[in-house]
């Protein structure tokens, strides 16, 4: 195929049913995690971000596919910035290891970036374990691990070529990476492949009754290609002969799900049959749930361009140049203009610019000082390390605000 920029997705990338519904349109946004520099505003593209829902098998996903090596090959969210995150990845490791309960698996983890959670099974005593990751500039040089990263995306031909050369592993871990597939029945045929008969595989997605009940459209952006429900997730397992028996919710991600799935006949655990009735009520299978979804969505939008409008003349800092913040963000618009810079503590986004408003980017040290008035928390999900940051790191005090989830907050600390 010819090198392109996107593709219209006319028939459900699951089933393949025909014409998805849609369900929101965010209008034309740039790649969320594209940042840039001076001298790469004027070659910004913007794509079309609408949500759609197939009606035969309930897969939301996007209207389009943008070029995986555009949106991929470089990248600039690494894990192990963020302390909740590190923390989670901690927790997650240990829970894992406690429900497979296998001597020293072997272990590849799809979406491996910086590292940060394969370090952790290791420091828990794991056997060989392998990342997979085409993002070249997040992949770590880690001397005294036994750790093997691949630069590569991971598919179908790339697991043939792995269990040649590997042999196949215990377990395969795949942490919200199976919505940032174009093609997400070539990943499973792959995972197929590399996971040995009694081989456990987990996946963690976003939680779709978070992102309906507590309107979550900031995680809507181009690298999602899907917005998984278990029901969703369950018909792709089904892919690799994956079947789901037991998952719980956790914190990451604005909320997420972590399912574990194998292909022996095992006991469906009492906690996920609890999470597919809390789906199943809150409406995650029907469009009426989503059309709702859509309107609230916009309904925050525009109170949020309300807020700004009111706060024009004040010096406003934005917290959080993440993938969600560029989303909102771009959804607001013009009014966004009101925030003077983001605050970011990721060091390899100091200096560079936000996709679409091209705001700067910087340390909070050097960002935010006295003279800053409001704190615009676009990183909702973590909010309690940024307003305590704010107040005992920096020793800031002035009015912060939050625009999720469901509805625009404000508070002073």
């Given at each position: 195929?010819?090198?392109?920029?996107?593709?219209?997705?006319?028939?459900?990338?699951?089933?393949?049913?025909?014409?998805?519904?849609?369900?929101?349109?965010?209008?034309?946004?740039?790649?969320?995690?594209?940042?840039?520099?001076?001298?790469?505003?004027?070659?910004?593209?913007?794509?079309?971000?609408?949500?759609?829902?197939?009606?035969?098998?309930?897969?939301?996903?996007?209207?389009?596919?943008?070029?995986?090596?555009?949106?991929?090959?470089?990248?600039?969210?690494?894990?192990?910035?963020?302390?909740?995150?590190?923390?989670?990845?901690?927790?997650?490791?240990?829970?894992?290891?406690?429900?497979?309960?296998v001597d020293k698996p072997r272990i590849l983890e799809i979406g491996s970036n910086d590292g940060t959670?394969?370090?952790?099974?290791?420091?828990?005593?794991?056997?060989?374990?392998f990342g997979v990751d085409p993002a070249k500039n997040v992949i770590p040089e880690l001397s005294n691990?036994?750790?093997?990263?691949?630069?590569?995306?991971?598919?179908?031909?790339?697991?043939?070529?792995?269990?040649?050369?590997?042999?196949?592993?215990?377990?395969?871990?795949?942490?919200?990476?199976?919505?940032?597939?174009?093609?997400?029945?070539?990943?499973?045929?792959?995972?197929?492949?590399?996971?040995?008969?009694?081989?456990?595989?987990?996946?963690?997605?976003?939680?779709?009754?978070?992102?309906?009940?507590?309107?979550?459209?900031?995680?809507?952006?181009?690298?999602?290609?899907?917005?998984?429900?278990?029901?969703?997730?369950?018909?792709?397992?089904?892919?690799?002969?994956?079947?789901?028996?037991?998952?719980?919710?956790?914190?990451?991600?604005?909320?997420?799900?972590?399912?574990?799935?194998?292909?022996?006949?095992?006991?469906?655990?009492?906690?996920?049959?609890?999470?597919?009735?809390?789906?199943?009520?809150?409406?995650?299978?029907?469009?009426?749930?989503?059309?709702?979804?859509?309107?609230?969505?916009?309904?925050?939008?525009?109170?949020?361009?309300?807020?700004?409008?009111?706060?024009?003349?004040?010096?406003?800092?934005?917290?959080?140049?993440?993938?969600?913040?560029?989303?909102?963000?771009?959804?607001?618009?013009?009014?966004?203009?009101?925030?003077?810079?983001?605050?970011?503590?990721?060091?390899?986004?100091?200096?560079?610019?936000?996709?679409?408003?091209?705001?700067?980017?910087?340390?909070?040290?050097?960002?935010?000082?006295?003279?800053?008035?409001?704190?615009?928390?676009?990183?909702?999900?973590?909010?309690?390390?940024?307003?305590?940051?704010?107040?005992?790191?920096?020793?800031?005090?002035?009015?912060?605000?939050?625009?999720?989830?469901?509805?625009?907050?404000?508070?002073?600390?």
């Amino acid at each position: 195929m010819k090198d392109y920029d996107f593709v219209e997705v006319r028939n459900c990338r699951s089933c393949g049913a025909v014409a998805p519904d849609e369900i929101l349109n965010l209008g034309d946004q740039p790649l969320a995690n594209s940042l840039l520099t001076q001298e790469g505003i004027s070659e910004e593209k913007r794509f079309p971000l609408v949500l759609m829902r197939c009606g035969h098998c309930t897969t939301l996903q996007l209207s389009i596919n943008v070029n995986p090596k555009i949106l991929f090959s470089s990248y600039f969210w690494v894990t192990g910035t963020s302390k909740t995150t590190r923390d989670y990845c901690r927790d997650l490791a240990k829970n894992v290891l406690d429900r497979i309960q296998v001597d020293k698996p072997r272990i590849l983890e799809i979406g491996s970036n910086d590292g940060t959670l394969l370090l952790e099974f290791e420091n828990l005593g794991a056997g060989d374990s392998f990342g997979v990751d085409p993002a070249k500039n997040v992949i770590p040089e880690l001397s005294n691990s036994k750790i093997t990263y691949i630069p590569e995306f991971f598919t179908e031909n790339f697991a043939e070529r792995f269990v040649r050369e590997y042999g196949q592993v215990d377990l395969v871990i795949a942490r919200n990476v199976l919505s940032h597939v174009p093609d997400l029945n070539n990943v499973m045929r792959g995972i197929n492949l590399v996971l040995s008969p009694e081989g456990t595989c987990v996946t963690e997605f976003h939680d779709a009754n978070k992102i309906i009940s507590e309107i979550q459209y900031d995680s809507i952006y181009h690298e999602h290609t899907y917005y998984h429900s278990l029901r969703s997730m369950t018909f792709a397992l089904a892919n690799a002969s994956l079947k789901p028996f037991d998952g719980y919710v956790g914190p990451i991600s604005g909320g997420c799900i972590v399912l574990f799935s194998s292909r022996q006949d095992r006991q469906i655990s009492d906690n996920l049959l609890s999470l597919l009735e809390t789906e199943n009520s809150l409406g995650v299978y029907s469009i009426e749930g989503w059309k709702e979804f859509a309107s609230q969505a916009l309904s925050n939008i525009a109170s949020i361009k309300n807020e700004f409008r009111k706060i024009s003349n004040s010096n406003v800092y934005a917290f959080g140049s993440s993938a969600r913040s560029s989303t909102l963000l771009n959804a607001i618009g013009t009014e966004s203009k009101t925030i003077a810079g983001i605050a970011d503590n990721n060091p390899r986004k100091w200096g560079m610019l936000s996709p679409g408003l091209h705001l700067q980017i910087a340390n909070p040290s050097t960002l935010i000082d006295n003279t800053v008035k409001s704190i615009f928390i676009c990183a909702f999900n973590f909010e309690t390390e940024i307003v305590n940051q704010l107040k005992y790191e920096l020793n800031w005090s002035g009015e912060v605000i939050v625009p999720l989830p469901n509805v625009l907050r404000k508070y002073r600390i």
